[in-house]
C-alpha cells in the first residue's frame, strides 16, 4: 500500500542520511521525498511517499520517532490529505504542434513558464495521477526532459502538523 | 554560496542515504531536496539546494560522480535555470480577512486549492523569494500550517540534463 508520511525534523547535519538510511535499512524504497524549511527556519518538513506493507511502516516510523532529530511523525495517509505535485515538463514547440499543446495545457490546467523558439516549460500542479496523465498527454510531441517534486501532503480542515 | 545540484540516480535502496551522507559528512547542510521518479522508472531526478563555497561544492560533485548509483551530477547554478517552488499554506478564513486574503492571493498568482468555514489551503508556485513574500503577507492574517516541496530546476531552451 502506498503511505504518506509527514516529519518535522531539526535542520541539522546527518538528519536526512539517518532518516532515508532506516527506510533503505530495511529493503523500502522511497519513492518520492521532499525536505524544506518551515516557517521556523530551525525545522525543516519531509513528505515520504513510499509504498509496503502496514506493519513495517509502522515499525519504520516508530523507529523515527526514536531519532532525537525527529521532532513529529506523522501517516497521514488515511486521513485523505490534500496531496500535490508540481512539474516541469520541457516540450518540443514548433508550428506543427502549437495549438494541439496548448489545447492539453488548457485541459490540464497547466501552463507555460517559459518559451523560447524551439522549445517550452510546462508548470503543472496535481495529484501524482494528474501529472502521469499530463505527461502521457504530452508524449506524442515530444518530452524533452521531465522534473518533478514528487507529492507534498496536508491534511483537511483544521489538523494541523505542528511542532 | 548557494548552489542548486541536479541529481539523475537509478531508483534503489540506499542510495538516497549515501547521498545525504556526503553532504553531512563534510558539514554541509542540505538547505532542500526533492527527489522523484523521471519518465524511466528506473532512474529518479534529485535537486538539492545547499550553501556553501564553490569548492568544496565541486569536491562533493567528485565525490557523488563515484557513486555507482549517480548517474548524472550537474550543478545548474551558474546556468540561471529556472527555479520553482510549490507551497500549500493553510489559513485561517473568516468573515473579517477573508476580501484581503483573496487580494493577497491574486496578487502572488495563488489559488486556493481548498476551503471551508474555518480555514483554506492556498496553493503558490514560484521562486524561493517569492514564495517567502507571500508567506510574510500572510502571516499577519493567521498561517496556521506550511509546506514546501523546496525549489526544482529545469534549465532554460534546449540543455537538458537526461541519463
Redesign the interface.
Known amino acids: 500500500m502506498k503511505h504518506t508520511i509527514?516529519i518535522l525534523v531539526e535542520?541539522?547535519?546527518?538528519?536526512?542520511?539517518r532518516i532515508?538510511?532506516l527506510?533503505?535499512g530495511r529493503?523500502?524504497?522511497?519513492?518520492?521525498?521532499?525536505?524544506?524549511?518551515?516557517?521556523d527556519p530551525a525545522i525543516?518538513?519531509m513528505?515520504i511517499n513510499t509504498i509496503g506493507d502496514d506493519r513495517t511502516i509502522e515499525q519504520i516510523i516508530k523507529q523515527l520517532n526514536r531519532l532525537i532529530s525527529v521532532v513529529k511523525v506523522k501517516d497521514v495517509t488515511a486521513e485523505d490529505p490534500?496531496t500535490?505535485?508540481?512539474a516541469?515538463i520541457?516540450v518540443n514547440l514548433n508550428r506543427r504542434n502549437r495549438d494541439k499543446l496548448k489545447s492539453i495545457i488548457a485541459d490540464f490546467d497547466a501552463m507555460i513558464?517559459?518559451s523560447?523558439d524551439?522549445?517550452s516549460?510546462i508548470?503543472a500542479?496535481a495529484d501524482d495521477g494528474g501529472i502521469i496523465r499530463l505527461?502521457e498527454a504530452l508524449k506524442p510531441y515530444g518530452?524533452?526532459?521531465?522534473?518533478?517534486?514528487?507529492s507534498?501532503?496536508?491534511q483537511?480542515?483544521?489538523r494541523?502538523?505542528?511542532a
Chains 1, 2 share one sequence.
Open positions: 509527514s535542520n541539522e547535519f546527518g538528519a536526512l542520511a532515508a538510511g527506510f533503505s529493503g523500502y524504497n522511497i519513492e518520492s521525498l521532499t525536505v524544506a524549511p518551515t516557517l525543516s518538513r513528505t490534500i500535490k505535485n508540481l516541469l520541457k513558464t517559459i523560447d524551439t522549445c516549460v508548470q500542479v505527461t518530452v524533452m526532459e521531465f522534473v518533478s517534486t514528487g507534498v501532503a496536508i483537511k480542515g483544521k494541523v502538523i505542528r
